[in-house]
């Protein structure tokens, strides 16, 4: 099985996984790139499409997609769908191709926003989480409260430390910036910047990472750690406790630059 991502809009990516015969897209904000990309590999059929949560940059393919391939739509069950979604829920599971995914709710970003996760046969499992985990970084807390983001990103970490996190946006390098804020003593994040900032300079993809790695450079994977905690206290003195250091966290991201 084989990962791809392809570039759409200024930082998003869509996620394609492929075997020999059939090919899955996730969150295709634009129809175009996927399309070129089914167009260049003529023997493959799209023909399932998942969807982690309902904003735009995610979902403004769909109706072209499905139009035009006749793929099934898998989504948030709790969220509005532009097209006819078989909607999907914590502990929800379905196969594509003997590839058994599981579906985690991770509330935060938005109320019903899903993740993916599998294990392909030989290789390392696979993440596909949307706008909730970025590398360095999680999503805005649009519709969901700080409570809900902590608990959602505590069950993405308990996922095997392998998995390939495959995050809708490209934002690593400004995560990272801002985690050296947070943590700057922190061997593996001043690695991580290097290593990303390379990718970056080859205008190569700093995803997917390995959700060890998040685990060890990730402020917001990170809140309970010491370093995190008490960088978090200095510069809010309301964070007191998990979740309000964790709010506290994600305001002071907010207002970084
Ligand atoms: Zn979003
Ligand atoms: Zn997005």
């Not at 909607?87 to 590839?99: A, E, K, N, T, Y």
């Not at 360095?136 to 505590?154: I, K, N, V, W, Y």
């Not at 010491?226 to 309301?238: E, G, I, P």
Request: hydrophobic share 45%; net charge negative.
């Amino acid at each position: 099985m084989k990962l791809i991502a392809l570039p759409a809009f200024a930082d998003n990516y869509i996620w394609l996984l492929h075997t020999d015969r059939h090919a899955l897209v996730v969150d295709p904000g634009d129809s175009a790139p996927v399309l070129a990309w089914m167009q260049a590999h003529p023997s493959l059929q799209l023909d399932t499409i998942l969807v982690t949560h309902h904003h735009a940059d995610h979902t403004g393919g769909l109706a072209e997609l499905v139009a035009r391939t006749g793929a099934r739509v898998l989504g948030p069950a709790l969220e509005q769908m532009p097209v006819p979604t078989q909607g999907l829920q914590q502990g929800d599971g379905f196969d594509w191709h003997g590839l058994q995914f599981q579906v985690h709710e991770v509330p935060g970003h938005t109320l019903g926003h899903i993740a993916f996760w599998a294990q392909p046969t030989g290789q390392d499992p696979l993440l596909f989480c949307g706008d909730t985990l970025f590398s360095g970084g999680c999503g805005r807390l649009f519709e969901g409260t700080p409570a809900q983001m902590l608990d959602s990103l505590d069950r993405l970490a308990a996922l095997p430390g392998a998995s390939r996190v495959c995050c809708a946006h490209e934002y690593t390098l400004s995560n990272l910036k801002f985690a050296l804020a947070v943590e700057p003593g922190n061997l593996a994040l001043q690695d991580h910047w290097a290593h990303c900032t390379r990718l970056r300079s080859q205008t190569l993809p700093t995803l997917p990472v390995a959700l060890h790695t998040e685990c060890a450079i990730n402020p917001f994977l990170r809140s309970r750690q010491a370093s995190v905690a008490a960088a978090v206290r200095q510069h809010d003195r309301l964070a007191v406790d998990d979740v309000t250091t964790f709010a506290a966290l994600r305001q002071w991201k907010n207002d970084f630059r």
